[in-house]
């Protein structure tokens, strides 16, 4: 099984709320990302988790808290956005050795309003 | 150089033609390299990958050939279906976590 699951699907917030993007895989995998795509663009890589444990933050802003509770779930907090963080917020998995091969969850569609 | 190269931007393609996509890449520290399909509103899904000391993999319509001397490694789709209409994505990576993308290609195959 090769399934990353996300939710919510869609999101749609307000600049003062506070949500959250969920993400969970059962194949095992000790590593976790989180990517933000832009239309037309490649995704982006924002956060990386290993064994639970923060190893990457690709400079993200502070709006954006990540959490990884145990090895099969991620977290993304969000609060104060701006309208320019709407996009696909992606999830991925990978074993925690090489090649790391990342299988990508199918997104949340988060609009900033 | 942390960059991958993919050219065309765009590619029209005939139903049960050939589509071909290229990636160019300048850091011999890159040890993988996987091919990504997405479609719209989807995430990207893994179809193909390889390694450098293999020259061409093959599963299923879908081959990635692999130059090491020019640097430059390419999908190839067979029989090119409308249903592979999709934006591809080249990428590599130097044995870390970090994947560096290309900039895609948007396929089109025409009925």
């Known amino acids: 099984d090769t399934e990353v699951t996300q939710t919510p699907k869609h999101l749609v917030m307000g600049m003062t709320n506070k949500k959250s993007l969920k993400c969970e895989q059962h194949m095992g995998h000790r590593a976790m990302y989180w990517y933000k795509q832009k239309a037309k663009k490649p995704p982006e890589l924002m956060f990386v988790y290993s064994y639970e444990k923060l190893s990457i933050n690709e400079s993200v802003p502070s709006r954006f808290s990540p959490e990884c509770p145990n090895s099969s779930l991620l977290n993304l907090h969000l609060h104060a956005l701006q309208p320019e963080d709407s996009a696909l917020y992606l999830c991925?998995?990978?074993?925690?050795?090489?090649?790391?091969?990342?299988?990508f969850g199918p997104g949340t569609r988060l609009t900033v309003t | 150089q942390q960059q991958v190269k993919q050219s065309p931007q765009s590619l029209i393609v005939q139903k049960g033609g050939i589509s071909i996509i290229n990636c160019a890449y300048e850091n011999t520290a890159f040890d993988y390299f996987p091919w990504y399909q997405q479609f719209p509103g989807k995430g990207p899904a893994l179809l193909i990958a390889?390694?450098?000391?293999?020259s061409e993999k093959k599963e299923g319509r879908f081959t990635i050939s692999f130059n090491k001397s020019a640097k430059q490694f390419s999908l190839h789709i067979m029989d090119s279906q409308p249903g592979d209409s999709a934006t591809y994505f080249c990428a590599a990576n130097t044995g870390f976590q970090k994947l560096v993308f290309g900039t895609g290609t948007r396929l089109l195959v025409s009925p």
């Open positions: 991925a998995s990978s074993q925690n050795r090489g090649p790391y091969e990342q299988y």
């Open positions: 390889i390694r450098p000391d293999v």
